[in-house]
């Protein structure tokens, strides 16, 4: 690894890749070297007037041969099924990559092309990709060539849900995850459905009980709980640009006291830099984690002890997606977790 | 009654004092007689200029002698703890009372007092009150002098759970309500909390198992299950104007399929004017419900049949409060019971 | 004309064609009895949800044969440059027509061409078409077969600045409009541009001194003043779903006062039902305007009397284009002119 | 100056402050030392919870003596009136003053009454403080003990007008600004007006023709033209938080072309680090300067160069208020000017 690591970004373009690459120009280790699209050419402060006097990078049809040449490590910000066309070209090469796709998370290829529609072609690197959750995973991570960065909706659910499925796991009769999320979730894509005058003033649930983000959800909590878990996960649309809410239902057979359930999570993310633990009766709220890589966990119990309800938030761009990628960057290549995210 | 009905509102210069004026003022049976508000005073269109041209009102101070004189029905549109001390009052002068505040919502006083914090001023007239939600109660609501009105969140939580909770009862595990509302469901008072600011592009879960429409919805409930129910109520700010959109899950002891949950609501709901079970698949949006006095409900249920997610959109000032005001009135007055609300 | 007319809507898929719909199937005097559009089919209450339970109406591709047969009036929500192809057809058969379009509003078909990049295809009923605006042309539109029902900054520049212009012509150095607009005034197009994420917190100009509604104001302007008229016009995009608000500065060479300005407007609009001149002091809102048929006005003058300040605010899709399409038709048709607009 | 610049906030409760707060904790050559305020108390990540786990600042009671002893530079966020009870003091103990009300902007005591409806308490130090625009008085900034930050609408409006007013002062026939602003230019107050339900889904101008910000532009366009220049100014609320755009009309005797109005204004802010003239054609939006210090111009013509159409955008609460002041800051102590900007 030289002084200075040099970054590049497949799939600019779209929210997520615009993301990563406004956390990396001020990332004080790193230089994005190369920027790339499928569809979309030109200066980067062309597409997103934003980067004007940022950055005068030139977004390029991605190329292997290139992206090879110009970087250490590459940010696949693709849509899914396309990163596994890539990622093991780049791998074999000898460049880090840190997959922002659902294409490498799920162990189960046969799930995932139930969920995704598609066979996957890349089924040898599935098995040696590490799933980029760092608060359960950042051991592995350290030594990961390929990181598959986990799902907005899962990053929220799984950190809200793992202390106390680690902990009560017999105890579980059910968990219901009621996730919302602002509409850059969505990505940038040019639909009916996520027009202004459609998304605005407006609310709705969607994909109920069928989101792809559900067996990813499950595959995590089952290896914390050591057993099968299914979620009941619903998705909603929220009209904001950016942040996810989830809010979690714990039924359990064995009632548990508030100040357990607190002592619990405070133990579990004790040394955490990006999770907070929100103050007894506090709840967390999108705004307080917009544009930042934190995690906000709130807790609730019922009088009985027998429903606990979790509430976590991150915003889905940054926590949910480049921000943790810039953080699992951060973990391979040894440099301070949370530099460039502060 | 005379063939115009005279009607009054206590509390016009509130959101919900100010849509029932809004329909009211549309109602081809109806003549708005006499507006009133405590701290607000002078024309209507002064205080809301979107009345201009529209009504030459003047709002009084609330005067019980008055509002006898002029109506033969009053909506009051007043804060909590506020409607107890006046409805006797009109009732015993022979004016029929549309409340809209919670007041007669709750059989018991003693959880009224729990929740409102308040020792009950009108204990008589709780026992005569008509919970107002037409689909179920609407046979006592025709004979009714006083008409409780229900709360924006149990009126879409009890129609979106009544058949399923009705024809399950002895099925039933756990039952979660995750509410979500448009902020014109806290009322307008200068509050920093629903600041524009702190609103908007945000998203928060608040009175977290602890808001005081649970006893309300459990009540209902209850009595259609004959046996004690509790859901588990968590309530979200939503950054939209109007709109309810709650999303339930209820845990069954033994699977039920979709086809078979489909028909229950449809049967249930078959001759409801109101109420519109989507088409399979369907979800509601709270755009489609807005302004109006529809209540849209969608249904789902998890692979083993054991988990159903029913959601339901309603208009929180509408369905959720006036509209549904207009509705009993219609009912109490013998017009038809759509009158006014399409 | 039978007791109930026939109405029919071509674009129903379209924002302002939903618009028309909504209100006409609340017009006592109206059936609508065909609905088309050009690349959408179904049920109505399929394409729009919202419908659902308010009509059974099917929506066709659009056939001149079957518009004919089943409508005493067509409403033409079409795109630019469609319904100059099946405007002429429809008034050869009889049928009266409303185009909602910016066909036949332009007088000068070279001026149509230079703004709207086509050439004219049915140059002789342009000259017979009315410009519907009810406050300027209303005995014309009482007789017309054909009205060009105007554009929405176009009727709120024009109401705004109609008085002053038509008082004070040769007083006039300079006119700008300053017009701001919701994202609905777009129409319902997939286009990355009015996503949600990039409107939705967002507010720029566009089309900045070039939008195709300036030479509509000038033309309307110039033949009021008798004289040319060229207004500099600047668009706008609010986040928002509804409502156009014009801040118009008129410099005149010879001061007036506001008292002065004020009894021009209130003169002027002195029996007309859907202009609210606001009192002294009072700015329109959107809000107040939204979901109506009103255009409100506010007035102010600088201390010396010479840059006078109109604002004016619609409802784009009411006012500002199937509210004034219905109250063209209620004109049209000899109905009270706000039927079905209150 | 030490090593580190210790720095203090007072009004750390507004909005303002906290956005004061939030850029400081991320400089890198600033250790916050000190914050306060008028009516809050308690730890800051209590009052906002976006700041738990970035800082362990206490708010205490403003209070002269302490500020002092902990800082070298005090930032006052306090509201209008109340700054110049304590600027003089801090500054006779040798503290620098960075001021971001509007009491030591106006350098007339008799014009600021007039506007601000109080008498001006520390006349001598108005005559004292420099007007914190660095691009046009970056040299007096550089040697300043008080700066007066300017307001955020003025800032806006300035830096769009200052390379046409200086190029052209005897052309100027006429100046209009018509300028637009998210809620959180009005501050942290609860007012029924600012509330989400109010703000939501509505646009509105205000203070027409009389905004205090108006004397403020005049003053710095006068100063910049060598004789009076008076603006007409008018002031939008747009449904948003953050960003202000201004879209300003100079009437001009005249005719300049778009080419010299571009090579005016690229000239003028060659070397300026926060000023961005979009490329031809381009117009500022809101969302691209958002959440930073950059000021972004648009420019454009009429047909015969008399009217020219500049807009503006910036981020009301970073260029508009605590970014600038920060840049400020920056300037004074010797810092890069971006520093902690980017």
């Known amino acids: 690894m030289k002084n200075i690591l040099k ?19 001020k990332h004080p280790r790193v230089r994005v070297t190369y920027v790339a699209a499928n569809n979309t050419r030109g200066r980067v402060d062309g597409i997103y007037p934003e980067f004007l006097g940022r950055t005068d990078l030139v977004c390029q049809k991605f190329n292997i041969v290139q992206a090879v040449q110009h970087c250490d490590v590459v940010f696949l910000a693709l ?12 791998l074999k090469a000898g460049v880090k990559v840190i997959d922002l796709s659902a294409d490498y998370r799920l ?4 799930v995932y092309g ?3 529609g598609r066979q996957h072609a890349d089924v040898q690197n599935v098995a040696k990709a590490v799933y980029g959750l760092p608060e359960l995973f950042r051991q592995k991570i350290k030594t990961a060539a390929l990181v598959a960065n986990p799902g907005c909706y899962p990053t929220a659910a799984i950190l809200g ?9 017999s105890s579980i009769i059910s968990v219901v995850v009621d996730a919302k999320s602002g509409v850059s ?15 605005n003033e407006n609310f709705k649930a969607y994909k109920v009980l069928a989101h792809q983000h559900t067996p990813e959800i499950d595959q995590v909590l089952s290896k914390l709980a050591g057993k099968k878990m299914a979620v009941h996960f619903v998705a909603h649309l929220l009209p904001i640009n950016r942040g996810i809410l989830n809010t979690m239902y ?5 009632g548990i006291t508030l100040g357990q359930l ?3 999570y405070k133990k579990f993310y004790k040394t955490e830099p990006f999770v907070r633990i929100l103050p007894s009766g506090g709840q967390p709220e999108v705004k307080n984690v917009a544009n930042t890589n934190f995690c906000d966990i709130g807790l609730a119990v019922s009088a009985d002890g027998k429903m606990a309800v979790i509430t976590s938030a991150i915003d889905n761009l940054v926590k949910g997606a480049a921000g943790q990628a810039v953080q699992n960057m951060n973990i391979m290549c040894g440099f301070t977790e949370n530099q460039g995210l502060l």
């Open 161 to 169: 849900l793992a202390p106390l499925v680690t902990a009560k796991t």
């Open 107 to 110: 162990k189960s290829t046969r």
């Open 262 to 264: 607190r002592a619990l």
């Open 79 to 90: 849509p899914h099924t396309e990163s596994m066309r890539v990622a093991g070209k780049l």
């Open 185 to 199: 979730g969505a990505g940038r894509k040019a639909s009916l459905d996520l027009l202004s005058s459609e998304v």
């Open 114 to 116: 139930r969920w995704y």
């Open 250 to 254: 714990v039924h359990l057979k064995e």
């Open 7 to 25: 970054a590049g970004i497949a799939g600019v373009s779209g929210y997520t890749g615009k993301e990563a690459l406004s956390i990396l120009l």
